[in-house]
């Protein structure tokens, strides 16, 4: 078993997908075993994406992902960290294969409508990062 922190980000509650994304996790044999709507701060985005502190893109990534509110997310299931990110697709839509929820969706490389952690460390950090155990429901 395994879990990944994903999140509709700003755009993706703008276009009402919270039911698409989450019903496409399900509907690959995910289960949401946690969930909360969330405004981030600018510094809590700062804190989830510190990652990426450096590269270019941080500046403008951190306003987008606290400009609106978003999904938070834990999903559960057997490789649920490659499942969630088969089912998102590329970071930049363009790049993403057919069927994807960033090709279906996304406008652009930086709004690309959903996050899902990109290995188990970061899924460790990133979950305990929004929720603790008695916010998780296994
Ligand atoms: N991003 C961006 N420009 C880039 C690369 C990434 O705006 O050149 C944004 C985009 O929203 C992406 C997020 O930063 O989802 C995190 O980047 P990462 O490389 O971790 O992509 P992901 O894991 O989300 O596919
Ligand atoms: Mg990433």
Same mark, same amino acid.
């Given at each position: 078993?395994?879990?990944?922190?994903?999140?509709?980000?700003?755009?993706?509650?703008?276009?009402?997908?919270?039911?698409?994304? =989450?019903?496409?996790? *399900?509907? /690959?044999?995910?289960? %949401?075993?946690? $969930?909360?709507? &969330?405004r981030?701060?600018?510094?809590?985005?700062?804190?989830?994406?510190?990652?990426?502190?450096?590269?270019?893109?941080?500046?403008?990534?951190?306003?987008?992902?606290?400009?609106g509110p978003?999904?938070?997310? =834990?999903?559960?299931? *057997?490789? /649920?960290?490659?499942? %969630?990110?088969? $089912?998102?697709? &590329?970071?930049?839509?363009?790049?993403?294969?057919?069927?994807?929820?960033?090709?279906?969706?996304?406008?652009?490389?930086?709004?690309?409508?959903?996050?899902?952690?990109?290995?188990?460390?970061?899924?460790?950090?990133?979950?305990?990062?929004?929720?603790?155990?008695?916010?998780?429901?296994?």
């Amino acid at each position: 078993m395994e879990r990944s922190l994903s999140i509709v980000k700003p755009d993706g509650v703008k276009k009402n997908l919270i039911g698409e994304v =989450i019903g496409r996790f *399900e509907k /690959a044999g995910l289960r %949401v075993v946690a $969930l909360k709507m &969330a405004r981030l701060t600018k510094k809590q985005a700062e804190g989830f994406y510190a990652v990426h502190k450096e590269k270019p893109f941080f500046l403008s990534l951190t306003e987008f992902m606290s400009s609106g509110p978003v999904v938070l997310m =834990i999903v559960e299931g *057997e490789g /649920a960290i490659g499942k %969630v990110r088969e $089912l998102m697709g &590329a970071t930049n839509p363009v790049d993403a294969e057919p069927g994807t929820i960033r090709k279906d969706f996304a406008d652009s490389i930086e709004s690309n409508i959903v996050h899902g952690s990109d290995g188990p460390e970061t899924a460790a950090f990133e979950t305990g990062y929004f929720f603790n155990s008695l916010e998780t429901h296994s």
